[in-house]
């Protein structure tokens, strides 16, 4: 492995980490900034598709509404697999998504497992995500001790 494509891993897994990130902070106009234009972003729950989205406007849009009563957001990024060819790479990674939330007057934790499958794009030197793929392959949804 050269240089270039030393350089290149840390930069995807970075670009991966951010969006995490942003969304974790509820920075959603950062967050789609690290998609392409017109991107996609596909979600599937337990191998059912639940949302189809093209574009950042789109993106953004569904990402507010969608995490909008959770008070706490906090993803967890694990391992992650990449293949480059030149300026376009193909990644798989792991995470572990918690959600926490008020619900019925009670608080709420759900923990969601994740597997991105991801296809990047370099755009003017930069890498981007092309297109997105979230896989949430388990939920665990419990009401929160709250710790005084």
Request: charged share 25%.
């Amino acid at each position: 492995m050269n240089s270039k494509e030393l350089a290149d891993r840390a930069t995807l897994k970075e670009l991966v980490d951010k969006v995490s990130i942003f969304g974790d902070r509820k920075d959603f106009g950062a967050l789609v900034q690290l998609f392409a234009e017109n991107a996609i972003s596909e979600t599937f729950a337990g191998g059912t598709p639940v949302l189809k989205l093209q574009g950042r406007e789109a993106m953004q849009e569904a990402f507010k509404n969608f995490l909008k009563d959770f008070e706490t957001v906090y993803h967890f990024n694990g391992q992650q697999i990449l293949t480059i060819d030149g300026d376009t790479a193909t990644g798989t990674s792991y995470c572990t998504v918690t959600l926490i939330g008020t619900e019925d007057g009670k608080k709420m934790k759900t923990t969601i497992g994740a597997i991105y499958q991801d296809e990047f794009i370099r755009v003017h030197s930069s890498w981007l995500i092309a297109k997105r793929i979230g896989n949430f392959d388990w939920q665990d949804k419990r009401e929160e001790l709250i710790l005084n």
